[in-house]
């Protein structure tokens, strides 16, 4: 668990509050750089869509900031997360 924002602790909550609060603590990161992210749903196979704002939205480092950046993290604190997808 990170001592400084409390990312990792989850015990008790659902998968939904889970992703939710990952969000909160991935915007900033992506804010600093001009972007923002949203969240569109949070699929039965526990697929998270979000959608990338800002810079991100058509920046051609987008993908590689999803997949290795948003869901490389989110999958650290929620293991039972599936993948993170952008959607338009």
Known sequence: MCDQCGCGDFEGKSFEEKVNEMIVQIRPMLQGHGGDIELVSI??????????QGACAGCPSAAMTLKQGVEKLMKENIPELKEVVAVN
Not at 43 to 52: I, M, Y
Request: proline share 0%; glycine share 0%.
């Open 43 to 52: 699929e039965e196979d526990k697929t998270v869509k979000v959608k990338l």
